[in-house]
């Protein structure tokens, strides 16, 4: 096995976990969340930037992109994106 076979199957459990963070950012509470979009956002950039790299026709160039090609709704990534961006004014971390 060489590295970057062993990068794309470390990546693709990654994929599941970004999954399942979307999932929970998009059911958290509004009011007290426990759940990071920002985060979840940097996981993703992050995500579609290494694979990206890794092959050249990668699905996806970007988070609205990433909803869409993995079957989110509009409605879903607006929502997503609205939680991103209440969030992004108090995050403490780095944004990509």
């Avoid at 790299?53 to 160039?61: A, I, K, N, Q, V």
């Amino acid at each position: 096995m060489n590295f970057k076979n062993a990068l794309i199957y470390l990546l693709d459990f990654e994929q599941y976990n970004i999954e399942e963070l979307v999932g929970a950012v998009l059911q958290d509470s509004d009011t007290d969340p426990h759940y990071s979009a920002v985060t979840t956002a940097n996981l993703i950039k992050c995500y579609i930037k290494v694979m990206q790299e890794l092959e050249e026709d990668f699905y996806c160039s970007d988070i609205e992109n990433y909803f869409l090609k993995n079957q989110y709704t509009t409605e879903e990534y607006k929502l997503f994106m609205e939680k991103y961006n209440r969030e992004s004014t108090v995050y403490h971390s780095q944004i990509f």
